[in-house]
């Protein structure tokens, strides 16, 4: 039997528009924890999510770890 490696990866997406904001409600930067895919997904994932820091829908984009 061939040894199965783990396909689903947990991942961190962190706010791109808090960065460059100086205007935030919060100081800080907005990071998300999720799963990926592996096989399906197997470049950098990038996901419009809720930045409570800017208070607006914002572009996250997966960091290294």
């Excluded at 490696?5 to 947990?10: A, F, L, Q």
């Excluded at 997904?41 to 996901?47: G, S």
Aim: proline share 3%.
């Amino acid at each position: 039997m061939a040894k199965n490696k783990n396909v689903r990866i947990k991942i961190i997406l962190e706010c791109t528009h808090c960065i460059q904001n100086k205007n935030k409600r919060f100081p800080g930067i907005s990071r998300y924890i999720t799963q990926k895919n592996r096989r399906n997904t197997p470049n950098r994932l990038e996901l419009n999510k809720f930045c409570s820091h800017c208070a607006t829908q914002t572009l996250h984009k997966e960091i290294k770890k």
